[in-house]
C-alpha cells in the first residue's frame, strides 16, 4: 500500500511538472530542414516526379501545367505533416498549431499571414490533391521569402 502511494505521487509530481514548466517545442531551422527531407524521402517514392521537379517545389516553383503526381505529393507532404482534415484539406486550425508549436519565433507571423491570406484558396478546387496544392502554391506565392517545401 505505501509503495503504490509513492508510486502514485511520483507520477502526480512529474505531470505537474511537465503541465507547469514553460516549454520551448519550437524546431531549429536544421531540425526543419531535416524533418522536411525526410518527408521527401517518405512521399517522393510514391510519385513519378524527377528530382529537378522536386527541387521547383522545395523552391516554391509551382507549375501552372502540374500534373496529378505533382500535387498529389503535396497532399502527401501535408499530410505527413498533420496539417489535413480527414475530408483532404487544408486545416487551418491544426496548421495554425503546427505553426505556433514548431516553427521558430521568426517564422511564425509570416506563417500566420500566409495562412490567412490563403485560408479559402481550396474552396475554388473539387480534388483534394489540387485543393492542397493550390493552398501551398498560395502560400509559395504570397512570401516565397519565408515559403518552405520538402
Keep these: 500500500?505505501?509503495?503504490?502511494?509513492?508510486?502514485?505521487?511520483?507520477?502526480?509530481a512529474v505531470l505537474l511538472l511537465g503541465v507547469l514548466r514553460p516549454i520551448e517545442a519550437a524546431m531549429t531551422m536544421k531540425q526543419i530542414k531535416e524533418s522536411m527531407e525526410t518527408m521527401r524521402k517518405a512521399c517522393a517514392p510514391k510519385f513519378d516526379?524527377?528530382?529537378?521537379?522536386?527541387?521547383?517545389?522545395?523552391a516554391?516553383?509551382?507549375?501552372?501545367?502540374?500534373?496529378?503526381e505533382m500535387k498529389c505529393y503535396a497532399k502527401c507532404i501535408a499530410?505527413?505533416?498533420?496539417?489535413?482534415?480527414?475530408?483532404?484539406?487544408?486545416?487551418?486550425s491544426k496548421t495554425s498549431a503546427q505553426i505556433e508549436a514548431l516553427l521558430p519565433t521568426e517564422l511564425k507571423a509570416p506563417a500566420k499571414e500566409a495562412l490567412k491570406a490563403c485560408k479559402e484558396v481550396h474552396a475554388d478546387y473539387k480534388d483534394s490533391c489540387d485543393k492542397v496544392y493550390y493552398?501551398?502554391?498560395c502560400a509559395a506565392d504570397f512570401n516565397r521569402d519565408v515559403f518552405l517545401f520538402p
Design 49 to 58: 516526379l524527377t528530382e529537378t521537379t522536386l527541387n521547383e517545389f522545395k
Design 1 to 12: 500500500m505505501k509503495k503504490e502511494r509513492i508510486v502514485v505521487t511520483l507520477v502526480v
Design 79 to 92: 499530410q505527413m505533416a498533420g496539417t489535413l482534415t480527414k475530408k483532404g484539406e487544408i486545416s487551418f
Design 60 to 68: 516554391g516553383n509551382f507549375r501552372p501545367d502540374a500534373n496529378k
Design 135 to 137: 493552398s501551398v502554391k
